[in-house]
Every structure is written in structure tokens, then in C-alpha cells.
């Protein structure tokens, strides 16, 4: 009998999709019935490898041995999630198991906590892709009978991939840059420090506020309501009809709507 490895992003999702398909025979780090296998990862099984992989000079942390830049990219299973890793691969080599199926979520990250356990376990099995966006019975029963070609998603991979790299370089090197500068760690990140940036920003900027006196200008005219407002027009309303009036310095304002006021009751207004 052949078995379809499934393979989910963490056990509750696991046992959710066993459910689902009737499936209820528990084993040691994963789910087995009905012609299916489910087993899961426990988040990222597999990481980009630190730094210390590339070499002996990258252990200690210098401003001589940076720039670090991998070559040949490394992987690594996470030591605590090493018999989980150990399990899956196991299943994946099995000669029962036909097709394996990425049932983590459906987005890049889930992508990529695949495809990183999928290599480094050295599969070559076909590869299924289950894309859903809901975990209710009826959509995973029909996401499992519209499973889509793995290959199809090589795209989403790759982009997953480089964030994780770009992620791996500036982390890697920023951080010990930085941290052999001033003399201590300062954690910097792709993400992280132009996030921090933006909230120095703002606190700084709520910290050395000045108060400045504004004004509204409005105008009560027989016939038209004028009155100016926080953006960058001001509107007038003439006789039901909104029209706006870019805002100026206060006597421009009066100046500037006494001029359309008097072409409006022209006629040659547009």
C-alpha cells in the first residue's frame, strides 16, 4: 500500500487535518490511516547555519574577520527539534511513501519551513502542495482534492530564501559590527532597527513638541459659507456647490475667495 506523506507546519494543524480526513492512528511523531502519513514540523526545523559553520575565525566576534559572506550557503537542524527532523526524514525515505504534501501555511514562510526540511532531508519524492486559507473540514477536504504541483510555488521559494539571507547578512554582520565598535551587543536587523528608527523618530519628535497657534478662516457672505480646514485646501461652498481654494496666509484667504466670489457672480466661473 502507498502511503502520501503529509506535512504540516505545527501539530495542532497536524491533528486538525487528521481529523478532517477521518484519520486517527496515533504514532510517535506523527498521524497514520486511510492511505496518509501526517506528520509536522515544530516551526523552523531547519535554520541558515551560524556563522561559526564557515569557519574557525567567525567563533569569536572581531571587526578583522567581517565582512562574512557565505559561498556556498550551510543549513542546520535545530538541536531541540533534532528528533522531530529525524522522524519526518525517516518518513520521507520510507518506500511506502509515493509523494510528499506541504501542508504548512499557505504563504512564504510556510514555504520555506518546508522546502528547507524537504532539502535537507534529502527528499526526492514528488512534491504536492495543499493551499488553503481556512482550516474548516470542508476546505481541507477540498484542498486535498485539488492538491497543486509543488514546482509551481519554486517562485515563492526563492523569495522566501532571499529574505532569509538578506536577514542571515545583515544580522550576522551589523550586529557583530557594531557590537566591536561600542563594546557591547547591539542586535541589528533588516527589520528590527529601521522599525526602532521610525518609533525614535516619533519619540522624539512628541518629546520636543512646541505648541504653535493655527487658525480656520471662515467666511459668512450672502449667498456663500467660506471656511478653511486642516489640509491643504480649504473648501467654499456657493449656493449648495463646493468648490476649494488652495490655502494661503489669512489675508490671501479673504483675498483669494473675495476674487472668486466675484467671478462666480459673473457667471464666468468654471
Not at 483669494?256 to 466661473?269: E, K, N, P
Request: aromatic share 12%; charged share 25%; net charge positive.
Amino acid at each position: 500500500m502507498a502511503f502520501r506523506l503529509v506535512i504540516a507546519e505545527k501539530p495542532s494543524v497536524a491533528q486538525t487535518i487528521a481529523a478532517a480526513l477521518g484519520i486517527k492512528g496515533k504514532q510517535d511523531g506523527y498521524i497514520e490511516g486511510g492511505g496518509y502519513l501526517i506528520s509536522w514540523c515544530v516551526g523552523h526545523l531547519v535554520q541558515l547555519a551560524e556563522a561559526a559553520a564557515y569557519g574557525e575565525q567567525y567563533k569569536k566576534w572581531s571587526f578583522d574577520s567581517l565582512p562574512i559572506l557565505p559561498e556556498e550557503w550551510q543549513y542546520a537542524v535545530d538541536p531541540d527539534k533534532g528528533k522531530q527532523f529525524k522522524t519526518i526524514k525517516e518518513l520521507m525515505h520510507r518506500a511506502d511513501v509515493s509523494e510528499v504534501v506541504n501542508a504548512c501555511d499557505a504563504g512564504r514562510e510556510g514555504e520555506l519551513i518546508f522546502r528547507f526540511v524537504y532539502e535537507v532531508a534529502g527528499c526526492k519524492k514528488p512534491m504536492r502542495r495543499l493551499w488553503i486559507s481556512s482550516m474548516e473540514d470542508g476546505a481541507i477536504k477540498a484542498g486535498f482534492a485539488s492538491l497543486k504541483d509543488g514546482r509551481d510555488y519554486g517562485a515563492l521559494f526563492a523569495s522566501a530564501l532571499c529574505r532569509a539571507k538578506a536577514d542571515w547578512l545583515i544580522g550576522i554582520n551589523a550586529t557583530r559590527l557594531f557590537s566591536c565598535l561600542y563594546g557591547k551587543t547591539l542586535n541589528v536587523g533588516r527589520v528590527q532597527t529601521p522599525t526602532l528608527k521610525m518609533l525614535t523618530d516619533r519619540d522624539a519628535a512628541i518629546s520636543h513638541f512646541q505648541k504653535e497657534k493655527y487658525y480656520h478662516v471662515r467666511l459668512d457672505l450672502s449667498g456663500a459659507d467660506a471656511a478653511s480646514d486642516s489640509s491643504d485646501f480649504a473648501p467654499i461652498w456657493l449656493l449648495g456647490a463646493q468648490i476649494k481654494i488652495k490655502k494661503e496666509p489669512i489675508t490671501a484667504v479673504f483675498q483669494t475667495a473675495y476674487y472668486r466670489l466675484c467671478v462666480c457672480a459673473s457667471g464666468s466661473f468654471n
